[in-house]
């Protein structure tokens, strides 16, 4: 989630720097603890949701397929991300192979910068702890882009290096050191490092750790925040005398990397950027370990709206337009909705349901809105002057589209218009709401092993409910079977099972109307479990998780919108036995 560039230095950065700011005037020198104003210079961008996984308190570990992964990379590299971080590499072959699979792609394949003639390349990352066998994987992974990078990190808290490591504070800076340099002696230009539990580390002996990784090579100083545990005004000085106490830090980008545990991780990471750093590690929709990270649209739009006001003309090179469309991607694929309140993405973030509020917006947008929703990609509907029908044609769907933010084409068009063109039918109007829910069912979707075809259900209070479903394979050979259950869902889901014979556990199933109304969109979300061998073991902790996969669907009719959402997390977690999954 996250946006990060190296930032330009009076004296450059060692080796290789994926910053687009190349060409912009230096950072100044600050007084010691005085946060550096820095008003010509952007803070770097970067993108960290790949090395996310979301877990619940139920410990099933969500999943993004490797051909999702390489969506979402596809997608940042649109928003002008500098530097994605793309996974684990020594976590599992899985990890390894999304990784490289980006590095080849998305790390080589150019995109427009905003306001510039020059193609940008974003540098594809790999995560490593300090060890050889890690930074290996990560340099086989990541060597393969035009700008690799590897980020190595080590635990320099008190806590942590008494309890997780077990090691002295000589031992923690000899690894870190050592490490650095043999990143380095594989080729490898671009090298990050982290102190992990910096806010929670000895400030004098971060001091010496970051200098001695400076010598050692590391171009790029990320100051993690990792249990969330400083306020604003502390990190952001932490971030202050680190510029002004570090040995050689003139010659590398200080990075900040906040976690949301005290809902001040957006605030901090604003704070750093003010303070000196110059680049940001943050997450679409601000997702990751327990209570999450920075989001990337808060800080990006946060910049926007008052960057030149009150942080000195600090400014990100994101292209804006395309937030929106990442954000539901990032949410349909990880099956985590967005609470409808949460800035700058939420459903109500551009809602006014006040009659003062809605006085003044018709009097004048900027009394109530400080940002335009058009900024971020979304345009509304009542502006547009397009209202969806059953005699709509193909590109009066595009444009509303369009509107809505999602810029589809070819196939997934025709996907999405067959689709509309049957609930229109039933319909006289197709509200926005329903057309995200539709384009949400077609265009997010897996890679398909089973279609769903007829549907035959009976039910009622006279016996059990009894469902006849047809489902069809990627061969295009049909399977028909038949099954009672308790209710019409249930007796469902029990025929698939018959067909597709893969044992699961329903862990979640939810449903709400997308709209109001008798002939309102259903729009259905559940979560499966696989057999117990589906399960997976955490580089950094050891903890096993038990692999969870999430699946949505939407129609008129509860059964069939129910089929859809189940038939889709099948075809996600069979997507394991035929290609890697990444967890």
Same mark, same amino acid.
């Given at each position: 989630?996250?946006?990060?560039? /190296?930032?330009?230095?009076?004296?450059?950065?060692?080796?290789?720097? /994926?910053?687009?700011?190349?060409?912009?005037?230096?950072?100044?020198?600050?007084? /010691?603890?005085?946060?550096?104003?820095?008003?010509? $210079?952007?803070?770097?961008?970067?993108?960290?949701?790949?090395?996310?996984?979301?877990?619940?308190?139920?410990?099933?570990?969500?999943?993004?397929?490797?051909?999702?992964?390489?969506?979402?990379?596809? @997608?940042?590299?649109?928003?002008?991300?500098?530097?994605?971080?793309?996974?684990?590499?020594?976590?599992?072959?899985?990890?390894?192979?999304?990784?490289?699979?980006?590095?080849?792609?998305?790390?080589?394949?150019?995109?427009?910068?905003?306001?510039?003639?020059?193609?940008?390349?974003?540098?594809?990352?790999?995560?490593?702890?300090?060890?050889?066998?890690?930074?290996?994987?990560?340099?086989? &992974?990541?060597?393969?882009?035009? +700008?690799?990078?590897?980020?190595?990190?080590?635990?320099?808290?008190?806590?942590?290096?008494?309890? +997780?490591?077990?090691?002295?504070?000589?031992? #923690?800076?000899?690894?870190?050191?050592?490490?650095?340099?043999?990143?380095?002696?594989?080729?490898?230009?671009?090298?990050?490092?982290?102190?992990?539990?910096? *806010?929670?580390?000895?400030?004098?002996?971060?001091?010496?750790?970051?200098?001695?990784?400076?010598?050692?090579? &590391?171009?790029?100083?990320?100051?993690?925040?990792?249990?969330?545990?400083?306020?604003?005004?502390?990190?952001?000085? $932490?971030?202050?005398?680190?510029?002004?106490?570090?040995?050689?830090?003139?010659?590398?980008?200080?990075?900040?990397?906040?976690?949301?545990?005290?809902?001040?991780?957006?605030?901090?990471?604003?704070?750093? &950027?003010?303070?000196?750093?110059? @680049?940001?590690? #943050?997450?679409?929709?601000?997702?990751?370990?327990?209570?999450?990270?920075?989001?990337?649209?808060?800080?990006?739009?946060?910049?926007?709206?008052?960057?030149?006001?009150?942080?000195?003309?600090?400014?990100?090179?994101?292209?804006?337009?395309?937030?929106?469309?990442?954000?539901?991607?990032?949410?349909?694929?990880?099956?985590?909705?967005?609470?409808?309140?949460?800035?700058?993405?939420?459903?109500? &973030?551009?809602?006014?349901?006040?009659?003062?509020?809605?006085?003044?917006?018709?009097?004048? +947008?900027?009394?109530?809105?400080?940002?335009?929703?058009?900024?971020?990609?979304?345009?509304?509907?009542?502006? =547009?002057?397009? #209202?969806?029908?059953?005699?709509?044609?193909?590109?009066?769907? +595009?444009?509303?589209?369009?509107?809505? *933010?999602?810029?589809?084409?070819?196939?997934?068009?025709?996907?999405? =218009?067959?689709?509309?063109?049957?609930?229109?039918?039933?319909?006289?109007?197709?509200?926005?709401?329903?057309?995200?829910?539709?384009?949400?069912?077609?265009?997010?979707?897996?890679?398909?092993?089973?279609?769903?075809?007829?549907?035959?259900?009976?039910?009622?209070? $006279?016996?059990?409910?009894?469902?006849?479903?047809?489902?069809?394979?990627?061969?295009?050979?049909?399977?028909?079977?038949?099954?009672?259950?308790?209710?019409?869902?249930?007796?469902?889901?029990?025929?698939?099972?018959?067909?597709?014979?893969? /044992?699961?556990?329903?862990?979640?199933?939810?449903?709400?109307?997308?709209?109001?109304?008798?002939?309102?969109?259903?729009?259905?979300?559940?979560?499966?479990?696989?057999?117990?061998?589906?399960? =997976?073991?955490?580089?950094?902790? *050891?903890?096993?998780?038990?692999?969870?996969?999430?699946?949505?669907?939407?129609?008129?009719?509860?059964?069939?919108?129910?089929?859809?959402?189940?038939?889709?997390?099948?075809?996600?977690?069979?997507?394991?036995?035929? *290609?890697?999954?990444?967890?």
């Amino acid at each position: 989630m996250a946006s990060q560039p /190296p930032q330009t230095h009076s004296s450059p950065p060692i080796g290789q720097s /994926p910053s687009r700011a190349s060409s912009l005037p230096p950072v100044g020198p600050s007084l /010691p603890g005085t946060p550096s104003q820095a008003p010509s $210079l952007p803070p770097a961008k970067k993108w960290d949701f790949l090395r996310n996984h979301y877990e619940k308190p139920t410990k099933q570990a969500l999943i993004f397929s490797t051909n999702e992964k390489l969506d979402i990379a596809r @997608q940042l590299a649109k928003l002008g991300v500098d530097i994605i971080v793309a996974g684990f590499p020594a976590s599992s072959e899985a990890d390894f192979e999304a990784v490289k699979l980006i590095a080849r792609e998305v790390g080589n394949s150019p995109s427009d910068s905003e306001g510039s003639n020059e193609l940008h390349f974003p540098a594809i990352c790999g995560l490593a702890r300090c060890n050889k066998r890690d930074i290996d994987e990560a340099w086989e &992974a990541v060597k393969h882009a035009k +700008k690799p990078r590897i980020h190595t990190s080590i635990a320099t808290s008190e806590i942590h290096m008494e309890f +997780k490591l077990k090691m002295t504070s000589k031992q #923690v800076i000899e690894k870190a050191r050592s490490m650095v340099a043999y990143v380095r002696s594989l080729g490898c230009d671009d090298v990050e490092f982290s102190p992990e539990d910096a *806010g929670r580390s000895d400030q004098e002996f971060l001091y010496q750790i970051l200098g001695e990784v400076i010598k050692a090579g &590391a171009t790029t100083l990320n100051i993690p925040d990792t249990v969330g545990y400083t306020l604003p005004a502390e990190f952001g000085q $932490l971030i202050a005398d680190i510029k002004a106490n570090t040995p050689g830090i003139d010659n590398v980008i200080i990075s900040t990397h906040c976690q949301n545990n005290l809902g001040l991780s957006t605030a901090n990471t604003l704070q750093g &950027a003010h303070a000196g750093a110059r @680049q940001v590690e #943050v997450t679409i929709n601000g997702i990751g370990e327990r209570a999450g990270n920075a989001s990337l649209e808060e800080v990006v739009m946060a910049l926007k709206c008052r960057g030149e006001q009150v942080f000195g003309s600090l400014y990100t090179g994101i292209n804006t337009q395309h937030i929106i469309m990442e954000s539901k991607m990032v949410e349909e694929y990880s099956g985590l909705r967005v609470q409808p309140h949460k800035a700058i993405v939420g459903a109500n &973030a551009f809602a006014h349901e006040s009659g003062i509020h809605q006085d003044g917006m018709l009097k004048h +947008k900027n009394t109530y809105e400080i940002i335009s929703p058009d900024d971020i990609g979304l345009h509304r509907s009542n502006e =547009s002057g397009i #209202v969806l029908g059953k005699f709509s044609g193909r590109h009066a769907l +595009k444009a509303k589209m369009l509107e809505l *933010g999602y810029d589809i084409d070819s196939k997934e068009l025709d996907d999405l =218009s067959w689709r509309f063109k049957a609930v229109a039918e039933n319909k006289k109007i197709i509200t926005n709401y329903e057309l995200i829910a539709l384009v949400s069912d077609e265009v997010f979707q897996p890679q398909v092993f089973w279609n769903l075809g007829d549907v035959k259900v009976t039910c009622g209070t $006279l016996g059990f409910s009894t469902v006849a479903v047809k489902l069809i394979d990627v061969n295009g050979k049909e399977y028909v079977a038949c099954s009672v259950g308790t209710g019409p869902v249930d007796a469902a889901y029990k025929a698939v099972d018959l067909i597709v014979k893969v /044992p699961v556990t329903l862990l979640e199933y939810s449903m709400n109307a997308v709209t109001e109304g008798i002939d309102a969109i259903a729009r259905t979300r559940v979560l499966i479990r696989g057999q117990a061998s589906l399960s =997976s073991t955490r580089a950094l902790t *050891g903890q096993t998780v038990y692999r969870g996969f999430s699946g949505t669907g939407a129609a008129m009719d509860i059964v069939i919108s129910s089929l859809r959402a189940y038939i889709g997390a099948l075809n996600k977690m069979l997507s394991l036995f035929q *290609g890697p999954l990444i967890y």
